[in-house]
């Protein structure tokens, strides 16, 4: 893996928003191809190795939980937990996901598994791309995140039963909202009936016991981009569980326990000393003297606390951590005069489909850090 400069494209600014990226400055520069990073095709071959092989143990990961009933170790309301059974016996499908890999051109190590809820998919997709054609069109890029939606999308055509499939997140989120109506164009692309809507705007109908839209149509699936752990704190949660046709949930309430980074150290304990695995406790070891604390539900980098020698080095601050911390050993993430990347693998239908570089200039990845492209070399 090779840091390198280059020269942006003439005029990039109206390239972004002509292919509907709004948010490339949002707070600070987002979007940053004056970098790219390249990788040779053995780099590429071990990511997507990766990948795969560690979706297949947080699946069985998803099963010790529920098997030996470690809701409460990972602080999860009991109200979800009835959702997060029925999601994961009736086999609810989940489209997506993305792993945060440290890779210091040797060592490939997972940081955590942006489960439920993670972003950075259209950058990650349709924008990276359009920029290695105008920039590197003799290059390629470990990037299939689109079609793979669009094949994922056509297998769960019978799954909705010819019924829309609404897509909804947050109003004020321009980042929300283009994930979102991203993946709603691919599920169109794929011959889904889509419809979109705010989560503020779903209704409820207290007679029917049902969800309706905008429009007073019946939701019968719906893709949220929003926490299960938020949602089943609120009334809408409460509807949910009342909700007499059991709408379809995207991603499902089993993802929950992926989202959670209290599968760290379990799946630590259930495969000890992978390869791709950092050791990872409930409670701080005693022979640990370089780790990362995290809380189970920070998002963002919130209130994550970075040790060295037993001497916090760096913290972030937030809203989190009264519902408990983990332990992780610190990564060995490579430093580029102060500019630290962490690779975003994404998992789509629960195969390996592309990378997104994410780079800070700090050792916490955070809301300001920087979305870089990426080569493969020739």
Not at 30 to 59: H, P, Q, R, V
Not at 280 to 293: A, E, I, R
């Amino acid at each position: 893996m090779k840091r390198l400069n280059i020269e942006k494209r003439e005029n990039f600014e109206e390239k972004l928003k002509s292919i509907g990226f709004e948010f490339f400055s949002l707070d600070n520069q987002y979007w940053d191809e004056s970098i790219t990073y390249s990788f040779n095709l053995n780099e590429i071959n071990e990511i997507e190795k990766a990948t795969n092989e560690l979706y297949g143990m947080c699946l069985s990961a998803v099963q010790y939980v529920i098997d030996n009933n470690l809701f409460d170790k990972l602080h999860i309301n009991k109200k979800l937990i009835p959702l997060i059974l029925r999601s994961w016996e009736e086999e609810e499908p989940s489209v997506y996901g993305r792993f945060d890999f440290a890779f210091n051109g040797t060592d490939l190590k997972m940081l955590e598994f942006n489960a439920d809820t993670p972003t950075s998919l259209y950058e990650g997709s349709v924008v990276q791309w359009n920029w290695l054609e105008d920039k590197f069109k003799d290059n390629d890029q470990f990037n299939s995140i689109h079609e793979k939606l669009i094949q994922y999308w056509k297998s769960c055509l019978d799954y909705f039963k010819d019924e829309i499939l609404h897509f909804t997140c947050i109003k004020d989120s321009i980042e929300d909202f283009t994930t979102v109506e991203y993946l709603r164009d691919t599920a169109n692309q794929a011959g889904l009936k889509t419809s979109f809507l705010y989560i503020e705007d779903i209704g409820w109908d207290s007679h029917n016991k049902e969800f309706i839209d905008d429009k007073n149509n019946v939701i019968f699936n719906i893709f949220k981009l929003y926490p299960w752990e938020w949602i089943i704190e609120e009334e809408f949660g409460e509807n949910i569980i009342k909700d007499r046709l059991g709408s379809k949930w995207i991603e499902p309430a089993w993802k929950s326990i992926l989202s959670n980074k209290g599968i760290l150290p379990i799946l630590w304990e259930l495969f000890p000393n992978n390869k791709y695995l950092l050791e990872c406790y409930f409670d701080t070891p005693k022979d640990m003297t370089n780790y990362v604390s995290k809380p189970i539900y920070s998002r963002e980098g919130s209130n994550v606390s970075i040790f060295k020698n037993n001497t916090l080095e760096v913290k972030s601050e937030g809203d989190y951590g009264e519902e408990g911390l983990i332990y992780q050993k610190l990564a060995d993430v490579p430093n580029y005069d102060n500019n630290f990347p962490i690779i975003g693998s994404w998992i789509i239908g629960g195969e390996s489909a592309g990378i997104g570089i994410r780079e800070s200039q700090g050792m916490i990845t955070d809301n300001l850090s920087r979305f870089i492209p990426h080569i493969i070399e020739n």
